[in-house]
């Protein structure tokens, strides 16, 4: 027999009382019972698509990872390319500017003497110092040629360092001097 049943009611007061009593309280207890049953139904079924949602972008997420990842690994080759271009580049570019520019070196030489006084001969040594030997048809042209090394030692042309007098020959009318020239 189930409890709270109509058919094993007692009518005696004190026991109708008792009765009432308890079957109120089965009531109660049935609808939190079913209010319990309900909460942990919807926390389930809210986890469970909260699952599903989380799943579903999970595998979306990867899908693009594994895309990119495809896309990536086509292109290492050509990543690398480029890296080893740049790398050269850097290198060539600092080679090229310590390298000594020698059509650079000549003109600043050839540039050194007006029209006044011509430049014969002139050769470049280990140390990138120039011997050059400058001619000079008279003496005024020779005061120029000293008065021209004297500006440029104290600092009138910048790209040359300094130019020693080493040596001075006089062929008939001709004077014929040689210096040395070291650019900076």
């Keep these: 027999m189930k409890l709270g049943s109509s058919a094993n009611l007692n009518l005696l007061p004190s026991q109708a ?12 207890l049935r609808q939190y019972l079913l209010v319990a049953v309900v909460i942990w139904v919807s926390v389930g079924i809210l986890t469970l698509a909260l699952n599903l949602v989380f799943n579903f972008r999970l595998k979306h997420e990867e899908k693009k ?23 050269r580049i850097k290198v060539l570019g600092e080679v090229l500017k310590e390298r000594f520019e020698y059509s650079t070196a000549f003109e600043t030489i050839n540039g050194l003497f007006s029209e006044k006084a011509s430049l014969g001969k ?63």
């Design 65 to 87: 990872y594994n895309q990119i990842i495809t896309t990536l690994k086509s292109m290492d080759q050509e990543i690398a390319l480029s890296q080893l271009i740049k790398y």
């Design 122 to 184: 002139f050769n470049m040594d280990a140390n990138k110092a120039f011997e050059i030997e400058v001619l000079a048809n008279n003496q005024e042209t020779l005061d120029y040629i000293e008065n021209r090394v004297r500006r440029i030692n104290e600092g009138e042309v910048p790209e040359v360092s300094k130019i020693t007098m080493k040596e001075a020959v006089v062929a008939g009318n001709s004077w014929t001097v040689n210096m040395e020239v070291v650019l900076k």
């Design 17 to 28: 009382k008792f009765q009432a009593d308890r079957m109120k309280l089965q009531k109660k």
